[in-house]
């Protein structure tokens, strides 16, 4: 209802998430298929992970997901400018 709702708006769902004290179904669904997420958010939450700490986590998690091009079928990832890039 609230993602419905956020389109309406116009809004970002997350922010109106955020302000009815409600989680969205979907990132829930996730977290219960796969536990080590929730693992990993316990582990950030008692080690205290200040807002630099995260953004340093989130940036380390983008630079290691493989570059998509629309044209392809399939990933493609340049591992460097002087190693082949690789296809999976």
Do not use: C, G
Not at 24 to 34: A, F, N, Q, R, T
Not at 64 to 73: D, N
């Amino acid at each position: 209802m609230i993602k419905d709702l956020a389109k309406v708006l116009a809004a970002d769902p997350d922010v109106l998430f955020r302000l009815s004290s409600s989680t969205d179904p979907e990132v829930v669904d996730y977290l219960h298929d796969k536990p080590e997420v929730m693992n990993l958010l316990r582990y950030i939450k008692e080690a205290s992970f200040n807002e630099d700490k995260i953004k340093s986590l989130i940036h380390a998690a983008e630079a290691s997901r493989p570059t998509v091009y629309p044209l392809a079928r399939f990933p493609v990832q340049f591992v460097s400018p002087f190693v082949t890039w690789a296809i999976w």
